[in-house]
């Protein structure tokens, strides 16, 4: 079979077949009587193994040694090639990233493209100091793009630089909840502590208060917390048994009952919470430290039936609690009129 009819027939270009023959590769078994290359059934069968061979990710320096060389086993090559595989998608990914974000940011020209390259390199830099100051020296008059942002919230570990982060990406004015949303379903739970803290700072933004509703069951106690957060300023009633049990656990208990005391402006809400302390007081597991926690959750309520509840809690038999009570029952009583009209309303 002449070279021609080869290359038909295998796919492989004249030109690379003559490549194989000067390297030694594949070199067909004869000639015809004009010259010209004449491959037989086993040349024709080893071109494809060599086309197999390279498909792998094999040099031809490497076909041909596993083609002639029976010492060469193919375990060691193979986990080599994967590793370089690997590599070489890791690569190609963050291209795509990079490509993504520079699309996102609807560059007008090339100048916009060098300046999102140049503040991607900044945001990958090892230096905490020079990330932050990538994000705060752009933020004045100049839109950075969404996706990029959240993307390095959700790299970013060292907490000053994701405190500007989370900043510039809530007063970006992109789409960046669309961006968090698939880190707040990653299965790298600081990916997600990241995405839903990220998402809580952006309360206008549409379908934020979708995503962290999903997070409020989340396995991790602390996405779930900060969501219950998040949703409680929020007003989403939902969150009430998770920001009940962070006063019970002494997790943000502060922040969590100011919190439930935002939610009680809500006249049914305020029942669901003082039901709900009531229950976690009288609960027999309850020790000191705990009841003392929610007494001054207590404080923090609207209504007349949060202080009544209080107000019992300075005849308490737990005298650290009793005192507790009492203290705070001054503390209801040197209120403002017009605080407490407002809260018997």
């Known amino acids: 079979m002449l070279i021609g009819d080869v290359a038909r027939r295998s796919g492989v ?10 390297l030694g590769l594949v070199r067909p078994t004869g000639r015809t009587v004009g010259g010209y290359r004449e491959y037989s ?4 069968r080893r071109i494809f193994h060599v086309e197999s061979l390279r498909s792998l990710g094999l040099s031809l320096k490497q076909v041909g040694r596993a083609l002639e060389d029976p010492a060469f086993t193919p375990s060691a090559l193979v986990g080599d090639l994967i590793r370089w595989t690997e590599d070489r998608l890791a690569r190609e990914q963050e291209l ?13 020209g090339w100048q916009d493209v060098l300046r999102i390259v140049e503040l991607m390199r900044e945001f990958n830099s090892t230096s905490a100091a020079r990330r932050q100051q990538a994000v705060l020296a752009r933020s004045e008059g100049v839109s950075l793009p969404a996706e990029l942002l959240a993307g390095a919230v959700l790299a970013e570990s060292d907490p000053h630089v994701a405190g500007a982060l989370r900043w510039a990406l809530a007063r970006s004015g992109g789409d960046g909840v669309a961006a968090l949303h698939a880190g707040a379903h990653s299965e790298d739970v600081d990916i997600r ?23 409020l069951g989340d396995p991790d106690t602390t996405v779930g917390r900060h969501a219950a957060l998040a949703l409680g300023r929020r ?5 009430v048994p998770t920001l ?7 997790s943000n208990d502060v922040d969590a009952a100011e919190v439930l005391g935002t939610l009680s402006q809500d006249p049914g809400c305020a029942d669901r919470i003082t039901t709900a302390l009531a229950g976690e007081l009288a609960a027999p597991t309850a020790d000191s430290a705990t009841r003392i926690r929610l007494t001054q959750a ?4 609207a209504g007349t039936t949060a202080q009544d509840i209080l107000r019992q809690l300075t005849q308490d038999d737990d005298r650290a609690v009793a ?23």
């Open 13 to 22: 270009s004249t030109r690379m077949l003559r490549h194989y023959d000067a």
């Open 41 to 44: 059934a086993e040349d024709v």
């Open 96 to 108: 795509l990233e990079r490509l993504r974000a520079i699309d996102a940011s609807a560059p007008t």
């Open 193 to 215: 502590r990241r995405a839903v803290l990220a998402i809580a700072e952006m309360p206008e933004a549409p379908g934020a208060t979708a995503v962290l509703a999903d997070a």
């Open 235 to 239: 007003g989403v009633a939902a969150a």
């Open 244 to 250: 009940v049990g962070m006063v019970v656990e002494g």
């Open 298 to 301: 207590l404080v923090e309520l």
């Open 323 to 345: 005192l507790a009570a009492s203290a705070l029952a001054g503390v209801l009583e040197d209120r403002p009129s017009e605080d407490r009209a407002d809260e018997d309303s």
